[in-house]
C-alpha cells in the first residue's frame, strides 16, 4: 500500500521509564512498551488489525497498547498469563505463516473499570481506540445515543452521580474516561474507531458528546474542544480461532499459546490524519493517512461487507458454512456477483479501482485456507444490515432497479429469522470470548422484536421486519412484495 501522507503530530517526548511496565521481561519477545495508546474491544479483529499495525510500526518501542475486554474477562486472563504475547496466524493459500505479536503492553477485563480511567486520564495516553461492533455504539433510530436503552439509562444517571462509577456501555466508558482525563488535566487526545460504520469517527463523536452532555455539559464542550474524533476504513478478514489451531501453536518461550489469532494475507487501513497529541508511524507499516475516507468506507462497506452479509443467510440454505465453500457453489457466486453489480454503481470512486478491488474480493472469499463462518458473519444483522445493505437497496430503488440481486440479503435474512439457522458444525469457541453467532438472533439487541416480527404471513413478516430496520422501506410496498417474493424463491430452493 501506497502512503498519500505522511505528517502527523510530534510525538511527545517520554522515556519507557515513565510507564512500569516497559522494562518487563517476556521470554523470547521484546520487552513491553510504555502505553500510549487505550483500546476498548480485545477480539481477534483488533489483534489481527490495529495491534499487528502497530507491531509493525518502526516507532513501536514507545507504543505500547493497554488493551480492555468487554463484559467477560476470560481472554485478557489469557493474553495476561503470557504476558500479552500471541501468534498471528496468517493463511496464506500455499500454507500458513506465523508471527509472534508483542505490542499489548497490558491486558484487562472489561470489568477493571478504575484502571482504564487511570490510563484514560494518564498525559502519556494519547490514542483511545475501539473495535466494539455495529452494536456497541447504542445508537438510536435517528444515528444518536439511545437514551431508552435502559444500560444507557443507568450509565448515564450513575455518572451523574459520580464521574469514577463503574459503567458498562462504550458510550459510558469513554465519557467517563475522558472525564478523568479533563480532571486530570491531561490534554488533548484522539478517540479511533475502527469499527465498520459509515462515517465511524463521526458516530463516535455523537454518541459520547450526546452521553457526556447528559452528565455535564461542560465536559461536553470540554470534549468537543479537545478530543479528536478521525474516521477510519478497516479491512481483514479474521475468523474465529479453532481448537485445532489453538492446539498447534507456540509462542516463542516455547509454551502453548491459547490465544492465536488467524487472519488473512491481505490488509489495509486508510485513517484521517487527526491526532493532537501524536500517533504511531502506522503508514511505515502500511496505513494510508487522507483528508477524507467517505469513498473507501463506502467500497468496504457495501462491496464486502455487504457481499459478506447476502453469503451469511443465503449460502446456509444451500448448505454451506464457510464463505470459501459459498463462493465455490456457481449459484452463490452469481449472486455475490449480482450484488457487487448494483453495490459497485454507488462508490465514488473510478471503475479500475472497483474492478480491482473486486478481483482481490475474490480472491480473498475464494481462499480456503480461511475458514471463515458465515454463522459468525450472521450475527447482529440488525445492526449490520441497515449500514451494509440497505444503502444499495435504497438507491436501487430510486433508480427504478429492484431486482432479487438487492433483496436477496433481506430476504434470506428474513428466512433466518423465521426458521432458525442450520447446524454449525464446526464446533465451539475454544477461547469462550463470545459466542459463535450460530444464532441470527443472539446478542442481538432487537432479539426479541425480531422474532415476533419475522413471524406469520411472509409479506406481513416482511413488512414488521423491515419496519424495524427503515420504516421508509417498510411503507413502499414495492420492496415488501419484492423481499417476501424473493423469500418465497429462496424457500422453493432458487
Request: aromatic fraction near 4%.
Amino acid at each position: 500500500m501506497t502512503t498519500e501522507s505522511v505528517q502527523h503530530s510530534a510525538t511527545p517526548q517520554h522515556t519507557a521509564t515513565q510507564h512500569t511496565a516497559a522494562h518487563r521481561p517476556r521470554r523470547g519477545a521484546r520487552p513491553a512498551a510504555p502505553t500510549g495508546i487505550v483500546h476498548i474491544g480485545l477480539g481477534n479483529f483488533f489483534r489481527a488489525h490495529l495491534a499487528w499495525y502497530t507491531e509493525h510500526a518502526p516507532d513501536r518501542g514507545d507504543w505500547g497498547i493497554a488493551a480492555f475486554g468487554g463484559r467477560g474477562a476470560g481472554l485478557a486472563r489469557t493474553l495476561r498469563a503470557q504476558d500479552g504475547l500471541y501468534t498471528l496466524v496468517t493463511r496464506h493459500p500455499g500454507g500458513p505463516v506465523s508471527e509472534t505479536v508483542a505490542s499489548l503492553s497490558a491486558c484487562h477485563g472489561g470489568a477493571e473499570h478504575a484502571r482504564l480511567l487511570d490510563l484514560v486520564a494518564d498525559p502519556r495516553t494519547r490514542v483511545v481506540t475501539l473495535t466494539v461492533t455495529e452494536a456497541g455504539y447504542r445508537r438510536g433510530p435517528g444515528g444518536g445515543l439511545d437514551h431508552t436503552d435502559p444500560e444507557v439509562a443507568a450509565d448515564l444517571a450513575a455518572l451523574g452521580r459520580s464521574r469514577r462509577a463503574p459503567v458498562t456501555t462504550v458510550p459510558a466508558r469513554l465519557v467517563a474516561g475522558l472525564a478523568a482525563r479533563h480532571d486530570a488535566g491531561s490534554g488533548a487526545c484522539t478517540v479511533l474507531s475502527c469499527d465498520n460504520l459509515d462515517g465511524n469517527g463521526a458516530v463516535t463523536r455523537r454518541v459520547v458528546r450526546e452521553a457526556a452532555a447528559a452528565v455535564d455539559p461542560g465536559l461536553a464542550s470540554w470534549i468537543e474542544d479537545t478530543v479528536a474524533f478521525p474516521s477510519a476504513m478497516v479491512d481483514r478478514i479474521t475468523p474465529r480461532t479453532g481448537a485445532g489451531e489453538i492446539a498447534k501453536v507456540l509462542l516463542p518461550s516455547g509454551t502453548a499459546d491459547r490465544a492465536p489469532v488467524t487472519t488473512e494475507p491481505f490488509s489495509e487501513w486508510v485513517l484521517q490524519d487527526d491526532f493532537p497529541a501524536g500517533r504511531p508511524r502506522w503508514e511505515d507499516a502500511g496505513a494510508r493517512f487522507v483528508p477524507d475516507v467517505t469513498a473507501h468506507e463506502r467500497r468496504k462497506l457495501l462491496m464486502l461487507n455487504g457481499a459478506h452479509s447476502l453469503l451469511a443467510y443465503a449460502a446456509p440454505l444451500r448448505g454451506h458454512t464457510t464463505v470459501a465453500e459459498a463462493v465455490a457453489d456457481p449459484v452463490v457466486r452469481g449472486w455475490t456477483d449480482g450484488w457487487w453489480d448494483a453495490a459497485q454503481r454507488h462508490v465514488p470512486l473510478a471503475g479500475a479501482d472497483l474492478a480491482r478491488y473486486r478481483a482481490e474480493l475474490a480472491a480473498r472469499f475464494a481462499n480456503t485456507g480461511i475458514r471463515h463462518r458465515l454463522a459468525q458473519i450472521a450475527a447482529d444483522g440488525s445492526q449490520k444490515l441497515p449500514v451494509r445493505v440497505l444503502p444499495v437497496l435504497r438507491a436501487e430503488r430510486d433508480a427504478g432497479r429492484l431486482g432479487p440481486a438487492v433483496t436477496r440479503p433481506l430476504a434470506a435474512w428474513l428466512l433466518s429469522l423465521r426458521g432458525g439457522p442450520p447446524d454449525d458444525p464446526l464446533g465451539t469457541d475454544p477461547l469462550g470470548t463470545d459466542p459463535l453467532g450460530t444464532d441470527p438472533l443472539a446478542d442481538d439487541p432487537l432479539a426479541d422484536d425480531l422474532a415476533a416480527a419475522a413471524a406469520g404471513a411472509p409479506a406481513d413478516a416482511a413488512r414488521r421486519v423491515l419496519r424495524l430496520l427503515d420504516p421508509d422501506l417498510a411503507g413502499d410496498e414495492d420492496v415488501v412484495t419484492a423481499v417476501a417474493a424473493e423469500a418465497a424463491a429462496l424457500s422453493a430452493g432458487g
